[in-house]
């Protein structure tokens, strides 16, 4: 039969924990002396309605019968096939074949007697432990005995008579048999974690099938005996040849098992990538793949950033406890490896330490990676009286820990990138100098509010002369200014307004109200702040600021219109109303209509630089770009100027921000863009198969038709899109960085090359720029000049070069003004580099002439150098 081993259930566990449970146990109790008085009315039955005792001659003595028959219950407790389910463990016995013998050799009360002697014991010392199971198994055996000898007697069994009425007997009285242990063993159970039984439930717990098999198995013992007893041992060989076969099944389909959980759990956990959840997920598993009550996993702190600790319990719960673990008592045994410490451990101090953990059996594993100890994993209490963990459990163990161990440096190195991410993030919204939010972090700010129906106002100010301190007094005097302004402003500011640095000498304070009052009260406490001079070097000096205002709503401070309620708008009235504050003097402005045409000075230039446009009046000049490895022409970068009629030729620092301020970016940026694709044209048809570079607007950029003008320039012109390289700086690119992204990755479908222009000045992450679709960095020219406070720029340098050479990217170096700086260079394994040491920018005729110039006489020269 399948008789299922009666277990410590979870309520029985939280009987020394919590009085409510107390009353299981002794309910198990009542039930069990019902069994028992279940077994005396039973007996009473045979004695009464059984035939008179006998036995059935077959050559042997009674004594003999009856020891074997002893001998032959004793062993079916020994030699049993355990098949764990859930918590509880089905043992699969061959007890039905001495019984079924016993029917037709010995009467109803020697067989009763037999049965419950001959398993006493191998209970008794199985379960010496647990008087509970002994107590139910023996009371159980008098119950099976009893119930079997009366149906067998009952559906017309006879002494000696082999017959199909008594086959008919034996398997029905096994099957009854089956039924009732069945149902007395679940009863039992439930009653034992208090929960109510299920008829259908119980009744799915049995297995007639094999009970029958035994049955069968016992007919043959009996006919092998009417023949010749002596032939016994045939039968023998045959059922120990079925249980050995059994065994070996059990234990390949626990291996089958064992595979296709490592196949599961490695897919399952695998996809893991945060600490948290792989080790809760992967807990939760073992206590299932391993039958266990409890599995622990403690990370060190050396591998966590601090102690971790998981429990994980088979009832589905995980708990995250403080403090040592339950495998910290076998940190001793771990140094040497994985522990296996089975029920009744031989080894005292070891079975001692598992004691103390509250314990009965446990195996272990330290979690090793990247040449450290990460941690310890620990899996105790197997499911169940009946078996204890082994060998096999200990492999799959290792293996299991082998693939959590993968997963958990996975996941821990994407938890390192996750909370760079987040510093990076952090840092990306707040200027590092002050510590104050970036205008970045700002317009966010003002974006969430403004989309919520918010009204707001922005105060930009701009320190006046502050280039004159940081010339005089020095860079770090300047820096400390700085810093003195941004907490003087944090604090003579209201607590729920936002101080932010925009870079430079510029500053802004976010108001989330459009309230004219509240607006021109905090405009007049900016200005305050500055009243108090500022002690610099034990020097005081008096600072001025410059503000401009703009608010979303109408102001009765300024009789004006109502701005627009953009956040890019708003900032951009606040930024005019400073430049006329700033030009004027008048110390602050609110932004009005009138002040979007600027001062004369500046509406004039606006107005001069779009004729210009019109006009063709732009022209570009080349700066070569030159193969550090050889000194060898690759290409050159296309700066425009304005050779204005009045004010001679003007830089691009000198108008392309008044282009930026009035729209005029986009028509500027592609004058700039078709000169020098027909400049590179040139070069090509004359046999120098050059590339050009251009530098682009991230406004431009993210006009929904700037690909598009991009591509149909390309087009016009006789040169491949992947000579052309358009250059971005690396801070204007974090303004939308979804956007620019899309943009660039449009650009790169079209062939062209993309740079991110002044690597290493801005705030954008590394993550970020790895995600760019850029096939060129270029090293900004700050980084080559002598570093007035100690610092090695050309480390950051040669560590810009490895980074760029790790992405895939060519490193371009800008602002090459010495030959000794070209020698470092070449050393640090920069791609190419450009600057007025090899050459100023030059007009399209200049150019070409320094190309003829250089190809017989420098290249050779640097070509030594190298």
């Not at 016995?93 to 009763?112: D, Q, W």
């Not at 004027?584 to 001069?608: C, H, K, N």
Request: proline share 5%.
């Amino acid at each position: 039969m399948v008789r299922e081993v009666l277990v410590r259930g979870r309520v029985e566990r939280a009987v020394t924990e919590s009085p409510a449970a107390l009353g299981y146990p002794g309910r198990v109790w009542l039930v069990l002396a019902g069994i028992a008085a279940a077994g005396a009315a039973l007996q009473l039955a045979v004695l009464v309605s059984a035939p008179a005792a006998g036995t059935w001659q077959v050559g042997l003595p009674v004594a003999v019968v009856v020891v074997v028959l002893l001998a032959g219950f004793a062993a079916t407790e020994v030699a049993v096939v355990h098949i764990p389910t859930g918590r509880n463990t089905f043992t699969l016995t061959l007890s039905e074949i001495p019984l079924v013998v016993g029917l037709f050799l010995l009467g109803p009360v020697a067989l009763v007697l037999v049965r419950v002697l001959g398993a006493l014991v191998p209970l008794a010392v199985r379960n010496r432990r647990s008087p509970r199971k002994l107590v139910f198994n023996l009371a159980w055996y008098w119950v099976e005995a009893c119930t079997a000898a009366l149906i067998w007697h009952g559906f017309g069994g006879r002494i000696g008579e082999l017959t199909p009425t008594t086959w008919l007997a034996s398997g029905v009285a096994v099957v009854v048999v089956d039924l009732v242990g069945t149902l007395l063993i679940s009863l039992v159970m439930a009653v034992d974690a208090g929960v109510r039984p299920r008829l259908r439930e119980l009744l799915s717990e049995g297995n007639p099938v094999v009970a029958l098999v035994n049955a069968s198995a016992a007919l043959v013992v009996l006919y092998v005996l009417t023949v010749d007893w002596r032939a016994i041992w045939t039968v023998a060989v045959v059922v120990g040849v079925l249980v050995f076969a059994l065994r070996s099944h059990n234990r390949l389909r626990r291996r089958t098992e064992s595979l296709e959980q490592l196949g599961r759990f490695t897919g399952e956990i695998g996809g893991q990538l945060d600490v948290d959840s792989a080790a809760a997920a992967a807990l939760l598993w073992m206590t299932r793949a391993l039958k266990a009550e409890v599995v622990e996993l403690t990370l060190t702190e050396q591998f966590a950033g601090r102690p971790r600790r998981w429990v994980a319990r088979y009832d589905g719960s995980v708990a995250t406890p403080d403090g040592p673990g339950d495998g910290s008592v076998l940190q001793p045994w771990l140094a040497a490896g994985p522990v296996l410490v089975r029920r009744g451990a031989k080894d005292r101090v070891l079975g001692g330490a598992l004691r103390s953990a509250g314990l009965r059996d446990a195996i272990a594993m330290p979690l090793q990676g990247d040449g450290q100890v990460m941690g310890t994993l620990l899996v105790g209490d197997r499911l169940g009286d009946v078996e204890t963990f082994g060998p096999n459990d200990m492999r799959e163990l290792v293996a299991l820990g082998n693939h959590l161990g993968v997963t958990l440096r996975n996941a821990r190195r994407a938890d390192l990138i996750r909370e760079q991410a987040d510093d990076q993030l952090r840092r990306s919204l707040h200027d590092e100098l002050t510590g104050l939010p970036n205008r970045r972090c700002l317009e966010q700010r003002l974006t969430t509010h403004l989309g919520a129906g918010g009204s707001a106002a922005v105060i930009l100010l701009d320190l006046d002369r502050f280039k004159d301190i940081n010339d005089t007094l020095g860079h770090h005097t300047g820096d400390a200014l700085l810093r003195m302004v941004a907490e003087r402003l944090d604090r003579s500011t209201p607590s729920d307004t936002v101080v932010a640095r925009f870079g430079g000498d510029e500053y802004a304070v976010l108001l989330l109200t459009g309230d004219a009052g509240s607006t021109a009260s905090v405009a007049d406490m900016v200005r305050q702040a500055f009243a108090v001079p500022f002690g610099l070097d034990e020097l005081q000096v008096t600072v001025e600021a410059s503000l401009g205002v703009a608010v979303t709503t109408a102001s009765t401070a300024t009789g004006g219109p109502a701005p627009s309620t953009k956040p890019a708008e708003l900032l951009r009235q606040a930024d005019i109303a400073m430049f006329a504050a700033k030009t004027r003097r008048t110390g602050v402005e609110y932004y009005r209509a009138e002040l979007a045409v600027g001062s004369p000075a500046r509406l004039t230039l606006l107005t001069d630089l779009r004729n210009a446009i019109s006009r063709g009046e732009l022209t570009v000049h080349f700066q070569p770009k030159l193969r550090l490895r050889d000194g060898e022409v690759i290409g050159a970068e296309a700066l425009v100027r304005w050779n204005h009629p009045e004010r001679g030729v003007l830089g691009p620092d000198e108008f392309v921000p008044v282009a930026e301020h009035s729209g005029l970016i986009s028509p500027l940026t592609f004058v700039v863009l078709r000169q020098a694709l027909a400049a590179c044209a040139e070069w090509r048809r004359a046999g120098r198969p050059l590339g050009v570079a251009v530098n682009i607007s991230p406004r431009s950029l993210l006009e929904p038709s700037f690909v598009d003008e991009v591509a149909r320039a390309i087009a016009a012109v006789e040169v491949p899109a992947s000579a052309v390289t358009l250059e971005i700086t690396e801070s204007s690119l974090m303004a939308d960085p979804e956007r620019a992204i899309e943009a660039l990755q449009r650009l790169r479908t079209l062939g062209v090359q993309l740079s991110i222009d002044d690597l290493g000045t801005g705030y954008s992450s590394l993550s970020y720029l790895q995600r760019l679709p850029v096939t060129e960095v270029k090293i900004d020219k700050s980084f080559l000049l002598e570093q007035e406070d100690g610092v090695d720029g050309f480390a950051l340098v040669g560590a810009i070069v490895d980074l760029g050479h790790r992405l895939g990217r060519h490193v371009v170096a800008e602002g090459v003004e010495h030959e000794d700086v070209w020698r470092q260079l070449q050393q640090l394994g920069c791609d190419s580099a450009q600057g007025y040491w090899m050459s100023r920018p030059l007009s399209a005729v200049d150019f070409a002439g320094w190309l003829d110039r250089w190809r017989p006489r420098q290249v050779a020269q640097l070509r030594a150098i190298g």
